[in-house]
């Protein structure tokens, strides 16, 4: 049995795989079929101030090796989830991250304020690309990155603030930069690449608000090459994600430099794809005779070229 | 609700691009009417399919599908003996009320299949009437599974089988002549569910719907799958429905 733990921002977690935002709710779901306790954390589905109604329908398409979304962070209001969800996705002990999203900066400085000391981590989305007023606005410009987390980590006094990039960026290192220079504590990516798909009978897209976030197996290879980049740009911890469907996809993540991972899309093909990845670590590990899941974090090495 | 790994015993076409495949799932599953599936045909596809389970049998389960992309494409290639994973039964499913005797079922396309699946449970104990629209006689199915209803009126968009007209015209002629339920219960196209919310409504009958929309995790979880409600709330097909209150959704 090799030592899975790991520790982000002083927060410990016993496990590197973390559930991503938006394709597991609250957990109660998953819950129904396996104990979410195990999982190494739970990033929450995108909550904002107010109750969000979404888009419309349909929000979600398939392409093959991906799948595009836009739900539009429809999310029943932060205090909703402080009143209703938080005490119970404690109690599983999973490590909870909060995922926030606001349309000004002090939407993201009301909603930081009012989770600090309540939740384990708060994970910024700067880049959700499916909404048309903020969230995106502030993850493109490395300026604006800088001061949505600037702004952020200001009202926490507790809690480690994670900022969750976007991967339609010029330069991922810049930004990766931008949001450690606002304070940032650790940084998240990659989000999803915006896309199309269309429906050639209809000439239409076929997701309603055209285009959606593409995620899912058939990303891995930009989330590893950005992931990369962006732990050669700063010192702080790097969460690592982006199509990982098995505990191979994982390590590769983690010898770019990322110290932990999310998974998302896997968890729709697979609803026990987060614990068949906790244990095929375990295995990976044993079998290679590393102790401790920490060992692998970084230890790449490039090609000679 | 349970992934099960699920072994094809049978996979056949049944009518003009439908099929109905038939899984073991090794032990018995408890499924209420109206409930669905959701089969991972895998590969390069990483959203499974959320299908209505159509009828069970012991440890057999049945689906019936339409030939619609690449996912059904595949699908209806596998030969009995391959193992796919299905998770069910999801969904909360129609219910029938102790007090409600005559139940009227409305169907069009492969909405009727969710339908079969409540004759099976409500068959014995209630008196069924059931009305089924195609398209034409080459998509007529299932027609063994209705007739063992105590009405049993099939129509097709053509007149090619049975008259003329739609399940909703089929089902309100009945209506007129004094076959009056306690409840409707329905699933087709919205255009088709549209037109029996108006009748339903005008003739101030209890109906329910099973609604159909592209979903994501199918329990609940991502919020791919939203339906619009009469209050200005949004519900989650999969999890909430498929099968509402007529009166509680819009359509």
Same mark, same amino acid.
């Given at each position: ?7 982000i921002?002083?927060?410990d977690?016993?496990?590197?795989v ?6 597991f709710g609250?957990?109660?779901?998953f ?11 739970i990033?929450?589905k995108g909550l ?7 888009n419309?329908?349909?929000r ?8 595009l979304n ?7 209001g ?19 991250i909060?995922n ?9 400085f009301a909603?930081?304020?009012?989770l600090?000391g ?21 993850g493109?410009k ?6 949505v987390?600037?702004?952020s @980590?200001?009202?926490? @006094?507790?809690t ?17 930069k ?6 940032a ?9 915006t896309g ?7 000439? @239409? ?5 055209n285009t959606?976030?593409?995620?899912g ?8 090459r ?6 050669q740009?700063?010192k ?12 191979e ?5 983690l ?36 102790k401790n899941?920490?060992e ?10 | 609700m ?7 015993v ?8 439908i099929?109905?495949?038939?899984? *073991?799932?090794g032990?018995e599953?408890r ?10 045909v ?5 959203l ?7 009828k069970?049998?012991?440890k057999?389960v049945?689906?019936c ?15 009995a003996g391959t193992?796919?994973n299905v998770?069910?039964p999801?969904?909360? $499913? ?8 005559k139940?009227?079922?409305v169907?069009?396309?492969v909405?009727t ?8 449970e %409500?068959g =014995?104990?209630k008196?069924i009437?059931a %009305?089924?629209? %195609?398209?034409?006689k080459?998509?007529?199915c299932?027609?063994?599974e209705f007739?063992r ?7 097709? *968009?053509?007149g090619?089988? $049975? ?10 002629? =009945? ?24 009748l339903?409504e005008?003739?101030?009958?209890n ?10 995790c $199918?329990? $609940?979880a ?11 709330a ?8 498929p099968?509402?209150n ?6």
């Open positions: 049995m090799a030592n899975l733990s790991v520790n921002c002083g927060v977690l016993k496990n590197p973390i559930a991503a935002s938006g394709t609250f957990g109660r779901e819950n129904e079929l396996y104990d979410i306790g195990q999982l190494g954390g990033s929450t904002t101030m107010e109750l969000r109604a979404g419309p329908v349909p979600i398409a398939e392409s093959r090796g991906v799948i836009a739900v539009g962070l429809q999310n029943p932060v205090e909703h989830f402080i009143k209703c969800d938080l005490d119970w996705l404690k109690s599983t002990g999973t490590c909870v909060a926030v999203a606001g349309k000004t900066l002090d939407d993201y909603i930081c304020e009012r600090d309540k939740v384990d981590m708060i994970e910024l989305n700067i880049s959700c690309p499916n909404v048309k007023s903020g969230g995106m606005a502030f493109i490395p300026q604006s990155v800088e001061e987390t600037r702004v @980590k200001s009202a926490l @006094k507790k480690p603030l994670i900022v969750k990039l976007s991967p339609n960026v010029e330069s991922i290192a810049a930004n990766a931008a949001a450690e220079n606002g304070g504590d650790c940084v998240s990516l990659i989000n999803t690449l199309m798909a269309i429906d050639i009978e209809r000439r @239409k897209p076929i997701i309603a608000n959606g976030g593409v995620s197996a058939g990303v891995k290879p930009i989330a590893v950005m992931v990369y980049e962006a732990c740009a700063v702080i911890p790097v969460i690592g994600m982006g199509g990982i469907t098995c505990a996809d994982a390590i590769e993540f010898m770019a430099g990322a110290v932990a991972v999310q998974v998302g899309t896997a968890n729709f093909t697979d609803p026990f794809a987060m614990p068949k990845i906790i244990k095929g670590l375990n295995d990976w590990c044993d079998k290679h005779g590393i899941v920490r692998l974090t970084g230890t790449l090495q490039l090609n000679e070229r | 349970k992934d099960y790994i699920a072994t094809i049978k996979n056949e076409q049944i009518a003009e691009n099929y109905a495949v038939t899984f *073991d799932l032990e599953a499924v209420r009417a109206g409930q669905f599936g959701n089969i991972a895998g590969g390069t596809h990483l499974r399919r959320p299908i209505a389970v159509c069970t049998e012991k057999e049945t689906f599908y339409q030939i619609k992309g690449e996912g059904t494409q595949k699908l209806k290639t596998m030969e193992r796919l998770l069910m999801l969904g909360n $499913g129609f219910y029938v009320e102790e007090n409600e005797k139940v009227a079922l169907g069009g396309g909405g299949f969710p339908l079969i699946s409540v004759l099976r %409500y =014995d104990k008196e009437s %009305y089924i629209g %195609y398209r034409n080459g998509a007529v299932g027609v063994e007739e209803a105590a009405k049993f009126v099939a129509v097709t *968009d053509d090619s089988y $049975g008259e003329k007209m739609n399940a909703v015209q089929a089902f309100e002629a =009945d209506l007129k002549a004094g076959n009056r339920p306690d409840v409707v219960l329905a699933c087709g196209p919205t255009p088709m569910l549209r037109a029996l919310k108006t339903v005008k003739e101030n009958l109906c329910y719907v099973s609604l159909e929309e592209r979903m994501g $199918g329990i $609940g991502c919020v791919v799958c939203v339906c619009e409600k009469t209050n200005g949004r519900a989650r097909v999969c999890k909430d429905g099968v509402f007529v009166n509680d959704v819009l359509l």
